[in-house]
């Protein structure tokens, strides 16, 4: 079992183009969350997955985010016209079902936009 | 919504202390309490977990207390060792919501040799 795999781990972005970070979560899990740590801080909740439909998306910005976790390949989580701001390391989880199932991390991507 | 306060922010002790972080909760519906450890530039790494039917659980050197009446949770570290060095978060989630964790602001642990 490889875990949840996540790429690119590095991705670096001009101001105003658009970032793809992809997240395949661990065999047999179809739920699916995002996170995402800013430098020296904790991990915020952005949206939580399961295959082809948000449950909860409470935490992601209104604008220029977005995600998806179709019924075959990866999650996906886009971040249009990147700003200096969206730099962070984003992680994504998965996890059996809903009843408190332990979730296990990516090794995540560390966007830095320039 | 949730609200998870970790404290203290930066934790230094000596090889062999043992090492106590604080969380306390704000959402009494709350019942699935996880511990993390973050080395630095890592994922995130589940250490202990506690659900709110139980007030302790142990294994090996690490315990994790539960006090529902209060709404707060805490980690024990004993006999630390200097690879306990890292960033641990607190998180907090509720049994129909699945794995979203709600996070503390994490502590940075340093054990000096």
């Known amino acids: 079992n490889a875990g949840v795999m996540q790429n690119p781990r590095h991705l670096v972005r001009r101001r105003g183009q658009e970032a793809r970070l992809r997240c395949s979560p661990m065999?047999?899990?179809?739920?699916v969350y995002w996170y995402r740590q800013l430098p020296e801080e904790g991990l915020k909740f952005m949206v939580y997955?399961?295959?082809?439909?948000?449950?909860?998306e409470s935490g992601m910005p209104k604008e220029r985010f977005s995600a998806e976790f179709p019924k075959e390949g990866p999650s996906i989580l886009r971040i249009q016209q990147v700003v200096r701001g969206d730099s962070a390391a984003y992680f994504c989880a998965s996890s059996l079902g809903q009843k408190n199932t332990e979730a296990f991390f990516g090794q995540g991507t560390r966007l830095t936009v320039v | 919504g949730e609200n998870v306060e970790q404290h203290p922010s930066t934790l230094s002790v000596q090889e062999g202390d043992s090492a106590v972080i604080k969380c306390t909760y704000s959402d009494s519906a709350s019942n699935y309490f996880p511990w993390y450890k973050q080395e630095l530039g890592k994922r995130p790494q589940l250490i202990i977990d506690i659900r709110s039917n139980v007030g302790e659980k142990k294994d090996q050197r690490i315990a994790v207390t539960l006090n529902k009446t209060a709404k707060h949770f805490s980690l024990h570290i004993t006999e630390t060792q200097p690879e306990d060095s890292a960033v641990y978060f607190c998180a907090a989630s509720k049994g129909n919501q699945g794995g979203k964790l709600i996070f503390g602001q994490g502590t940075e642990l340093s054990v000096k040799p």
């Open positions: 997955l399961q295959k082809e439909n948000i449950i909860d």
């Open positions: 065999k047999g899990h179809s739920h």
